[in-house]
């Protein structure tokens, strides 16, 4: 029998399965139109997705709000660019990465770990903010033009290879990947570790005598977290070809943390969801006004004060009703 | 012996006295930020935003061609409505929901984005400079020394003592400080908190646009002035404790020397990392600051 949270899982379930035949169709039509600028767009919106996935992971289960994800978003892109600009292959990008983002996540948790609430918050945001002014004066990793020149890469998976240099190639390339850290996500967070973290948020007091250890719960949200970020950050310079310092700026991070407060928070689709809907408002609005920072501050706004649940929290309480097994 | 004299004197004490400046200026910004934070557990994310709005209604008010002496009286006062209409429309809506400090910190931080952007299409997204209201300057222990700045270092100093006095010495300081260390018990003893609240926040307001009018004729005035000043307030209320006055004006002071004097020894560049190192060492070390939080203790 299902309980509550995992009928709202499901719910989220089919709203991805939703988001993945728009994108499909997207796909399509972008290719029946040859169009390239769109779905390069949109994979970028992907792209930034992973990175509001990452902030949902904190925000949304552990109630841990990081100001300061875009340093793993950053590091993955940035080792991700140094690797392949060595040995242009997907697999070793992927593998650096990981490890990487692992390794440090688990020395940055112990640090931000420390403290909790407001604290966190404005830690997370200090050592992003260290780290990218660093990255910004360090001439070894380009200071404020960051690296240029990445190489096209074909991403082999055996049977078949994806050339990133080919739009709609990529484009399903990342859908796929971003699917899949959801799913991954997903599964890790409905297990017995993910109800842990949603008890962490409604009272950490009560958690060690319950017999847990709360610390352990927060550093593996944090390393979980960080792994998403750096592994969608370590797309980005498949995409562009280039990694610039602006990707570790406080903005980056600001605009994830909008996405997953939009979107809903512990919904996980509804940070997808509102990652693509902010990138098309932006070109939307972009198209009309260069000031489309007005329209999505006072749309986030609204949203804060007015559906604290979310965008996708005005859908999913019925689609999780509907799923809800019949009783008479 | 002269040549330690000399280097004081050409090499130590003007990095000292522009350091001094910035300081004095973090401070005024930063005690907005503490007091806030002190009394309502709100992390104003907009304050930097509330800075560069002062700075932008003294360039208005100046084009109208009223004096500069009378905008630093005039601009504190035009922000003080707006800072109470701001915590009672906006601050109160979410004050009471279940994660305080995260949502209002989310709300001031869109507020922040919608008041840069709107800064950009009034005023046009180039710096503007107003003219520095006093020339000359004056030697001081043989520096020379801008009479404005001169102006700045006394006449900020002037403002963090009566700020001090106000919070420490009097009736209407009494009451914040009861309101901040237990609202209900201030509430039930006739403390009208929701309006010490509400004025606490527009008179934190009112500082910042007080830094940013003071300001203006040096660092100049632009759309996001407020965002790189404002990470450096943040700091310095964490590292003295947030909400902590005496904590603010300390670590103010002691920030910004390190910053003007590590310059001296290394590529300036780098007296952000080691600023925002000292915030983040703190925070880990000593979370709560050097100094204890409003009305506590």
């Given at each position: 029998m299902a309980d509550a949270l995992t009928r709202s899982m499901r719910a989220s379930h089919l709203l991805l399965a939703l988001l993945v035949i728009a994108a499909l169709l997207f796909a399509a039509f972008g290719v029946a139109t040859d169009d390239a600028f769109y779905l390069r767009l949109a994979t970028e919106a992907l792209i930034f997705a992973g990175l509001a996935l990452s902030v949902d992971i904190l925000l949304g289960y552990t109630g841990l709000l990081s100001l300061g994800q875009a340093l793993y978003f950053g590091l993955g892109a940035y080792l991700s660019a140094l690797v392949l600009m060595v040995v242009p292959s997907f697999w070793a990008a992927f593998a650096a990465t990981a490890t990487a983002s692992a390794v440090i996540a688990l020395i940055g948790g112990l640090i931000v770990n420390r403290v909790r609430g407001v604290y966190f918050a404005l830690i997370t945001f200090g050592m992003a903010q260290v780290a990218a002014k660093v990255v910004y004066n360090t001439r070894a990793l380009g200071?404020?033009?960051?690296?240029?020149?990445v190489p096209v890469i074909n991403i082999n998976f055996g049977v078949a290879s994806v050339s990133s240099a080919s739009p709609v190639g990529f484009f399903l390339f990342v859908l796929a990947f971003i699917v899949l850290l959801y799913a991954i996500c997903a599964y890790l967070l409905d297990t017995p570790f993910g109800r842990l973290l949603i008890a962490l948020r409604a009272n950490e007091q009560r958690i060690p005598f319950l017999g847990y250890r709360t610390m352990t719960a927060r550093l593996a949200a944090y390393v979980l977290a960080a792994m998403v970020a750096a592994l969608s950050g370590a797309l980005y310079p498949m995409l562009r070809g280039f990694v610039s310092p602006e990707l570790l700026f406080f903005s980056t991070s600001g605009n994830a943390v909008i996405a997953v407060v939009m979107g809903g928070a512990g919904t996980l689709v509804g940070a997808l969801y509102a990652s693509v809907l902010l990138t098309l408002l932006k070109s939307v609005v972009g198209s009309y006004t260069e000031h489309h920072l007005i329209v999505i501050g006072l749309l986030f706004m609204s949203v804060v004060i007015f559906l604290p649940k979310g965008l996708i929290g005005i859908v999913r309480p019925a689609i999780a009703r509907l799923l809800a097994p019949r009783t008479s | 012996m002269s040549g330690a004299i000399e280097y004081f004197q050409f090499v130590l004490a003007p990095q000292i006295l522009i350091g001094l400046v910035i300081g004095i200026a973090v401070i005024l910004v930063a005690l907005g930020l503490t007091i806030i934070f002190g009394l309502l557990d709100v992390i104003n994310m907009a304050h930097g935003e509330f800075y560069a709005l002062g700075a932008f209604i003294a360039l208005a008010l100046a084009s109208l061609g009223l004096p500069f002496w009378l905008l630093l009286i005039l601009v504190p006062l035009v922000m003080l409505p707006i800072g109470y209409v701001v915590e009672r429309g906006l601050i109160q809506r979410v004050?009471?929901?279940?994660e305080r400090h995260v949502t209002t910190l989310l709300l001031t931080f869109g507020l922040g984005l919608v008041m840069e952007d709107s800064f950009r299409l009034v005023f046009g997204p180039n710096p503007q400079k107003p003219a520095v209201p006093i020339t000359g300057g004056i030697d001081l222990f043989g520096v020379f020394l801008p009479l404005y700045r001169l102006f700045l270092i006394v006449g900020g100093a002037g403002i963090i003592a009566a700020v001090a006095l106000i919070v420490y010495r009097t009736r209407l300081g009494a009451m914040v400080r009861a309101a901040a260390y237990d609202r209900h018990m201030a509430a039930s003893l006739g403390v009208p908190v929701q309006h010490v609240y509400a004025g606490a926040f527009a008179f934190g307001v009112a500082l910042a646009a007080l830094a940013g009018v003071m300001l203006a004729p040096i660092y100049s005035v632009f759309p996001t002035m407020g965002r790189d000043f404002i990470f450096l307030a943040f700091t310095v209320v964490i590292v003295g404790g947030i909400g902590s006055i005496a904590g603010t004006v300390v670590a103010g002071l002691v920030l910004t020397q390190v910053q003007a004097l590590s310059s001296l020894y290394i590529s300036p560049v780098w007296s952000d990392p080691i600023v925002f190192g000292i915030m983040v060492a703190m925070l880990m070390i000593?979370?709560?600051?050097l100094f204890g939080r409003l009305g506590h203790g």
């Amino acid at each position: 029998m299902a309980d509550a949270l995992t009928r709202s899982m499901r719910a989220s379930h089919l709203l991805l399965a939703l988001l993945v035949i728009a994108a499909l169709l997207f796909a399509a039509f972008g290719v029946a139109t040859d169009d390239a600028f769109y779905l390069r767009l949109a994979t970028e919106a992907l792209i930034f997705a992973g990175l509001a996935l990452s902030v949902d992971i904190l925000l949304g289960y552990t109630g841990l709000l990081s100001l300061g994800q875009a340093l793993y978003f950053g590091l993955g892109a940035y080792l991700s660019a140094l690797v392949l600009m060595v040995v242009p292959s997907f697999w070793a990008a992927f593998a650096a990465t990981a490890t990487a983002s692992a390794v440090i996540a688990l020395i940055g948790g112990l640090i931000v770990n420390r403290v909790r609430g407001v604290y966190f918050a404005l830690i997370t945001f200090g050592m992003a903010q260290v780290a990218a002014k660093v990255v910004y004066n360090t001439r070894a990793l380009g200071a404020s033009d960051g690296l240029l020149g990445v190489p096209v890469i074909n991403i082999n998976f055996g049977v078949a290879s994806v050339s990133s240099a080919s739009p709609v190639g990529f484009f399903l390339f990342v859908l796929a990947f971003i699917v899949l850290l959801y799913a991954i996500c997903a599964y890790l967070l409905d297990t017995p570790f993910g109800r842990l973290l949603i008890a962490l948020r409604a009272n950490e007091q009560r958690i060690p005598f319950l017999g847990y250890r709360t610390m352990t719960a927060r550093l593996a949200a944090y390393v979980l977290a960080a792994m998403v970020a750096a592994l969608s950050g370590a797309l980005y310079p498949m995409l562009r070809g280039f990694v610039s310092p602006e990707l570790l700026f406080f903005s980056t991070s600001g605009n994830a943390v909008i996405a997953v407060v939009m979107g809903g928070a512990g919904t996980l689709v509804g940070a997808l969801y509102a990652s693509v809907l902010l990138t098309l408002l932006k070109s939307v609005v972009g198209s009309y006004t260069e000031h489309h920072l007005i329209v999505i501050g006072l749309l986030f706004m609204s949203v804060v004060i007015f559906l604290p649940k979310g965008l996708i929290g005005i859908v999913r309480p019925a689609i999780a009703r509907l799923l809800a097994p019949r009783t008479s | 012996m002269s040549g330690a004299i000399e280097y004081f004197q050409f090499v130590l004490a003007p990095q000292i006295l522009i350091g001094l400046v910035i300081g004095i200026a973090v401070i005024l910004v930063a005690l907005g930020l503490t007091i806030i934070f002190g009394l309502l557990d709100v992390i104003n994310m907009a304050h930097g935003e509330f800075y560069a709005l002062g700075a932008f209604i003294a360039l208005a008010l100046a084009s109208l061609g009223l004096p500069f002496w009378l905008l630093l009286i005039l601009v504190p006062l035009v922000m003080l409505p707006i800072g109470y209409v701001v915590e009672r429309g906006l601050i109160q809506r979410v004050f009471h929901g279940g994660e305080r400090h995260v949502t209002t910190l989310l709300l001031t931080f869109g507020l922040g984005l919608v008041m840069e952007d709107s800064f950009r299409l009034v005023f046009g997204p180039n710096p503007q400079k107003p003219a520095v209201p006093i020339t000359g300057g004056i030697d001081l222990f043989g520096v020379f020394l801008p009479l404005y700045r001169l102006f700045l270092i006394v006449g900020g100093a002037g403002i963090i003592a009566a700020v001090a006095l106000i919070v420490y010495r009097t009736r209407l300081g009494a009451m914040v400080r009861a309101a901040a260390y237990d609202r209900h018990m201030a509430a039930s003893l006739g403390v009208p908190v929701q309006h010490v609240y509400a004025g606490a926040f527009a008179f934190g307001v009112a500082l910042a646009a007080l830094a940013g009018v003071m300001l203006a004729p040096i660092y100049s005035v632009f759309p996001t002035m407020g965002r790189d000043f404002i990470f450096l307030a943040f700091t310095v209320v964490i590292v003295g404790g947030i909400g902590s006055i005496a904590g603010t004006v300390v670590a103010g002071l002691v920030l910004t020397q390190v910053q003007a004097l590590s310059s001296l020894y290394i590529s300036p560049v780098w007296s952000d990392p080691i600023v925002f190192g000292i915030m983040v060492a703190m925070l880990m070390i000593r979370p709560q600051g050097l100094f204890g939080r409003l009305g506590h203790g």
